[in-house]
């Protein structure tokens, strides 16, 4: 890899619209056998930011011609009932995919519920089945954030194998997983976390640098080797308004080769993922 003056700008809205080109014409193979993909979608509460995300889902799912059925309770709804509906998604032949939109309120055990789903239609790609099969490297439904950079990162033409990695965020949802994807695909990855000491000394030795901590400017051009890949999967709203990422993101294009914008970046592979998972899922069930 080498300098160049600005970095080449990964537009996630362009690869996504190819992907979900592709979802469509699989859609439509499997509507050839009278079939088509259903997603449940679970939405506890009434955050403002969860509801934007289940919108923008069902928007794509519809997008795409997979069917969504949208089952809201209030925040303050019974563990067992919450528990029982999943027990019936998990039995219904037209659901092929269960997603429950995270955060979940204090009192129930979000391990609880994604261990409930079925591994089978996990399509968030969180239940300890999938999260095992991902330490194996043969998971079915790869988590929709880290897989969504995987396919940003192929899509550009960046080799993974042999790079020096480092991920920024050990979360469950995005580091971790991300972690293992890129190890998996022959990378030499490290991990930093808010307890990593100068987080600095690691990021700079990174080819690729993965950024998801949830803290803007936390990556300023000083931390960042000239010509890295640079991939922002932090969003975060300021003060006045503004949507941005974790990475100084007009200071690191200087010395990045390739970087993704907030928005408009990993954020839109997140969902075109999802969309991914929940067709798999219907194409396994109809091999079946
Ligand atoms: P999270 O659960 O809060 O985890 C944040 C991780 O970052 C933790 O591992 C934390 O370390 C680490 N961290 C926090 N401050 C740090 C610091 N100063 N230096 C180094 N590491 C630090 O968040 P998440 O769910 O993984 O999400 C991370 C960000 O990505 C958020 O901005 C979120 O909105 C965004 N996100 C975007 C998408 C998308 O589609 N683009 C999808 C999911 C999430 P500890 O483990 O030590 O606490």
């Known amino acids: 890899m080498h300098a160049t003056a600005t970095a080449r700008i990964i537009d996630g809205v362009a690869v996504s619209a190819k992907i979900r080109a592709d979802c469509k014409g699989r859609v439509e193979r499997l509507a050839r056998r009278g079939i088509k993909p259903g997603l449940a979608v679970v939405l506890v509460g009434s955050d403002p930011a969860s509801a934007v995300y289940v919108r923008n889902k069902e928007r794509a799912c519809s997008d795409v011609g997979i069917r969504s059925f949208r089952h809201d309770f209030s925040a303050d709804v019974d563990p067992e009932t919450l528990v029982a509906t999943i027990e019936r998604l998990n039995a219904d032949p037209g659901v092929d995919g269960i997603l429950v939109q995270l955060p979940l309120p204090p009192h129930l055990s979000v391990a609880r519920v994604l261990r409930t789903i079925s591994a089978e239609k996990d399509v968030d790609g969180f239940h300890l089945y999938n999260v095992g099969g991902l330490v194996v490297g043969d998971t079915v439904f790869p988590p929709c954030t880290p897989y969504g950079v995987v396919k940003l990162l192929e899509h550009e033409g960046i080799r993974v194998e042999g ?28 991990i930093c976390h808010a307890k990593t000491r100068d987080l600095a000394q690691f990021t700079i030795l990174a080819d690729i640098l993965v950024v998801a901590a949830g803290k803007p400017n936390l990556i300023l051009p000083q931390m960042v080797k000239t010509g890295a890949v640079v991939i922002d999967v932090g969003i975060n709203r300021l003060a006045d308004g503004r949507l941005v990422g ?18 408009g970046g990993v954020g839109p592979m997140t969902v075109t993922m999802l969309l991914v998972n929940t067709i798999t899922s219907a194409e396994r069930r109809q091999a079946e």
Not at 168 to 184: C, D, E, F, R, T
Not at 248 to 259: M, P, Q, Y
Request: aromatic residues 2%.
């Open 163 to 190: 790079q020096n990695v480092v991920v920024v965020g050990a979360s469950n949802i995005v580091g971790k997983p991300m972690a293992l994807m890129l190890m998996q695909r022959d990378a030499t990855v490290c």
């Open 246 to 263: 974790d990475v100084d993101f007009e200071g690191v294009r200087r010395k990045a080769s390739s970087i993704t914008p907030v928005p």
